[in-house]
């Protein structure tokens, strides 16, 4: 099987599986979990098999038309680019999807809906792919949209739940939202560029020798981040992802590990050269990605339920992402993707693991439960060694790829030649924001990281009140999923090295004073944390450090900053106003005419059947009559005259 061969089914054998599940899952359900299953872990195979035979070889690029445009030098191509950047993150999105289907047989063991959740999640995983592979915007559009159908249905899994039914509209609407400008930005793009593919797009613009500029760089750059925002949840369309959480834990895992919102982040990193032609872009992508940094990480600093802490922590960790792509170098960005991926699947599928124990995702509740780490072993080390990797300390995978980002914002701001290429200089101002920012949320996610494991975990000298509700031990291919992506969240930080044969060749290794300065910072959050948290455990109040650590700025940050009670006055109230007032045209203005041109004829022919009486008297009466109006007229008007 030639590599070309093999890059085609790693998609089209989830799509497969997909199909054939919605056609036949609940009349053979014994074929739903195998079908679920193999087909998605054969893809994770030949998408490792792709990633081995194209380690230190050319991008591998194979095209065929898929239709015409009416514009000759505009095809819409089924189109392969299969470099660096897209065989690695095919193999995360691939292994997570492989791992979230088998976790999934146990987690939702039972369910009647698990032949069409089973098909959604491969459908899902297959649109990442073709969005991972392709190389022509189009087909990437098909992929990124099918994306969001797809976690419209799976966040309302549980759709008799009035929070769910709300959380899945919600992400399908504000993704849209972000998803209308993108298009256009799409279209404008290939209008500048001439094609609709990224290769010849960014070949365009990275050569010195072809004198290509794009006619309208920031605004094709920034209508393209609107759809990033959307798909990434980036300030200010990130709202939707903590309300996601409605949906199962694996798809949690999913969404927020290797698909979805992984998509906006992987498109700028292939594009990169697209936004680097604007500085104002870049500028407004680093000020975006501080916001949603900062603001992510102390909201996740005040919330209850665990799956909320975690999906405020993928904001943040996405505007890393950002970060490293605002001071241009997508080396860093993919770098923290791929690390971010591993222990954010980890997190999410030992939450699950820790909720099916404990009976709940409640903090406080999970606070006052005794021997919690003894009935549920295999959660607390992985939640223990994913919250380390996300808090950056050292050996742990997020400290490199953490460490990669802030020692490129690092660059940006003192030298202002760091990046892809010199053609990929960052401004200055950028590298000071990202910078800055970085720094700052690095103390913050260590903090809320050490807040949810002394909550979690930590059993004080005083025995916590209350039993781990009686139950069955997790499944085996729950926990076992669990020590399998141990691996990558301990040891792919040390991927440093080598990644650079795989990227633009870069460096990716810690610097020494960024390294002081982060690790420093996540030293001292969770310090802070700890001191906090023993404080209020032995004043024999409530266990919770958040109150000690946010102050009057903690019922804020549990709100989430009011974002949606924002949105709500900004847009909704003013939408809802908007319709009541079209509604009131509509049957007061515009019904009072239709009703009144269908209520004349038939008044009409009221007066004219009371005219006809049958009586011969009137008849004449009214003839003699109308001829004296017309003869005193004909009088009138001849002496007028």
Known sequence: MNTTTAAVLVPLLPALAAAVLLLTGRRAPGFVQPLAVLPTLAA?????????????????????????????????????????FAVLVAVLVAVVAGCVQLYSTAYLRGDRRYPSYAALVSLFTSAMLLVVYTDDLVVLLVGWEVMGVCSYFLVGHYWETTTARAASLKAFLVTKLGDVPFLIGILALASDAGSFRISEIVARLSSSLSGFELAHPTVVALLLLAGVAGKSAQVPLHTWLPDAMAGPTPVSALIHAATMVAAGVYFVARLLPVFAESAAALVVLAALAALTMLGSALAALAQDDVKRVLAYSTIGQLGFMAGALAVADREAAVFHLLTHGAFKALLFLAAGVLIQTAGTGSLAALSRMRDLRAKAPDAFWAMTIGLLALAAVPPFSGFFSKEAVIGAAEHAALDNEHGVSSSLAAPAAAGWIVLVAGLATALLTAAYAARLW??????????????????????????????????????????????????????????????????????????????????AYESGGAEDPAPALLGPLRRHAEAGFHADALYAAAVVRPVRGAARLVRFLDRAVIDTYVRGAARAPGLLGTLARRAQTGNVQTYLSALVAGALVLGVAAVLVAVGE
């Open 44 to 84: 994770a195979a030949l998408a490792v098999l792709v990633a081995v035979r194209q380690h230190g070889a050319e991008p591998l690029i194979a095209a065929t038309e898929l239709t015409p445009t009416g514009n000759e030098t505009l095809p819409v191509e089924l189109a392969l680019r299969l470099d660096g």
């Open 454 to 535: 002394l909550l979690a975990f930590h059993d004080p000298v005083r025995a916590r009140t209350e039993s781990v509700p009686p139950g069955a031990r997790s499944a085996p291919a729950m926990t076992g999923v669990l020590w399998l992506l141990v691996v990558p969240s301990l040891l792919l930080g040390l991927a440093y090295r080598e990644l650079p044969d795989w990227f633009d060749g870069g460096s990716l290794a810690p610097t020494l004073t960024t390294s002081v300065l982060a690790t420093g910072a996540a030293v001292l959050g969770g310090t802070a944390t700890y001191a906090a948290w023993r404080r």
